[in-house]
């Protein structure tokens, strides 16, 4: 919590909200959800390293089994870290483990779901990834 913390102004702008004006969960609580989402096979988080430190955390949620075989991406990257190129190869990572690694969970679609007036997020996004047939959706 510490560094997501440090953060909190810089990534403030970018947190999601809902729409029909519910009060938005606090950091803690949207671990606590995360880690009951994680048990249920929903959900996983990573915490994102660089030269063992923490800089941030990306993670594969609503992972939906079946026919569909989809999950979204989200992440957080510290202010300091940003722009180095961190982000784009956690969730090129994240996205050979869930589509085609054995131990992930084989889904057919990934998701990453910005705020569209995020610059950063948007030129993670600029570079679809396919593998034979599995997509990323931008």
């Given amino acids: 919590g510490r560094l997501r913390s440090v953060n909190e102004r810089w990534l403030a702008p970018w947190e999601s909200s809902d729409p029909h ?17 994680e048990r249920e096979g929903t959900s996983i988080i990573f915490l994102m390293e660089h030269e063992g430190e923490i800089v941030g955390q990306i993670s594969l949620g609503a992972i939906y089994p079946g026919p569909m075989r989809t999950g979204i991406i989200g992440y957080w990257i510290d202010e300091d870290h940003a722009g ?6 956690a969730v090129a990572m994240l996205a050979d483990w869930a589509l085609l690694d054995p131990t992930g969970p084989q889904l057919h679609r ?5 705020v569209p007036e995020n610059e950063r997020s948007r030129r993670v996004c600029w570079t679809p990834m396919c593998h034979r047939g599995s997509c990323i959706v931008f």
């Fill in 110 to 114: 990934l998701e990453i779901d910005i």
């Fill in 84 to 89: 180095r190129g961190l982000t784009p190869l």
């Fill in 21 to 37: 004006g519910t009060e938005p969960l606090t950091f803690k609580s949207w671990v606590n959800r995360q880690r009951e989402e």
